[in-house]
C-alpha cells in the first residue's frame, strides 16, 4: 500500500508538530466546562500542574466560549504558558468551524465520520476521530490519517485490542480515551503505537465547578510524575 493509494499520508508540518507536543505530553486531559468563567482558572492550573495541553469537549454549551477565554488570557501565548488548547466532542462539522474560530488547535471526535475529518482538513487543522474497530480504523487511514483516538478505550478492548489493531496497521498510532485513569495509564503508555493517553481524572467536574483550581494544579502534578519516563 502507499500513501497514494491511501488518500496521503498524515499530516502538515504544523501537524507533526502539535502531535510531537501531545506526545511528549503523554497526557490529554479530557475537560467538561459547564461555564466558560471558569477556564482561564483551569487553563492555568493544568499548566502550574505541568499539563498545558487541554480537550476542551463541545459537550457543553460553554466549550467554545472556553476556548476562546484561555486564548484571550494569554494561556495560549507561544512564549508564555504555551497552553495547548483543542476541542473534544466534536461529531458536526459545523462545530468544527466553531471551534476553529474559537481557537482551538486541534479537533478530537468520539467517533470516525468522514464529514468532520474533511471540514478539519478544509482548516487545515489536526483531527483526531475516535475508532474502535479495524473497520474504523482502516477507514482512517484511507482519509489519510496516521493518528487516531481509541475509544472508548477500556471497554473496546483496551490495551490487548490497541495490540491486536498494530498488527494489521503498523503506521497508525492511537490516543486511547474512556476508562484511564492512575490505575492503568502506565499500561497503555507502555505501547509504542501509543501517542498519549486521553483521561478526565485529573480535572473533576466537582473541582471545576467549585473553582478548586488548586485541587486540578494537585491531581495535574500527580499524573505529570505518574507518566514521567513512560
Ligand atoms: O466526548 C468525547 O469526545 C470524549 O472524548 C469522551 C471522553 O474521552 C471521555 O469521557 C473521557 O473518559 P474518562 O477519562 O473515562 O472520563
Known amino acids: 500500500m502507499t500513501d497514494a493509494i491511501l488518500g496521503g499520508g498524515e499530516t502538515s508540518a504544523a501537524d507533526a508538530a502539535l502531535l510531537t507536543r501531545i506526545s511528549a505530553h503523554r497526557l490529554l486531559p479530557v475537560v467538561v466546562l459547564e461555564d466558560a468563567a ?5 487553563g ?9 495541553v487541554a480537550e476542551v469537549t463541545f459537550r457543553t454549551a460553554a466549550a467554545a466560549d472556553s476556548v476562546r477565554a484561555m486564548v484571550d488570557a494569554g494561556l495560549t501565548e507561544p512564549d508564555g504558558p504555551n497552553l495547548l488548547v483543542g476541542a473534544g466532542t466534536v461529531v458536526t462539522p459545523e462545530q ?20 468532520v475529518v474533511e471540514r478539519c482538513q478544509e482548516h487545515g487543522v489536526l483531527v483526531l476521530p475516535g475508532t474502535a474497530t479495524a473497520t474504523e480504523v482502516q477507514a482512517a487511514l484511507t482519509m489519510g490519517l496516521r493518528t487516531v483516538k481509541f475509544f472508548p478505550a477500556e471497554s473496546s478492548g483496551g490495551v490487548a485490542a490497541i495490540k491486536a489493531l498494530t498488527g494489521p496497521f503498523p503506521q497508525m498510532r492511537f490516543v486511547p480515551t474512556g476508562g484511564i485513569k492512575e490505575s492503568n495509564v502506565a499500561d497503555y503508555l507502555a505501547v509504542p503505537a501509543v501517542l498519549a493517553a486521553g483521561g478526565s481524572w485529573m480535572v473533576p467536574g466537582s473541582a471545576v ?3 478548586d483550581f488548586a485541587q486540578v494544579e494537585r491531581l495535574t502534578a500527580g499524573a505529570v510524575a505518574l507518566v514521567a519516563g513512560s
Open 44 to 52: 492555568a492550573a493544568l499548566v502550574a500542574g505541568g499539563l498545558p
Open 96 to 115: 468544527v468551524d466553531t471551534a476553529v474560530a474559537a481557537g482551538a488547535r486541534f479537533v478530537v471526535s468520539p467517533g470516525l465520520s468522514r464529514a
Open 38 to 42: 471558569d477556564a482561564a482558572g483551569l
Open 209 to 211: 465547578a467549585a473553582g
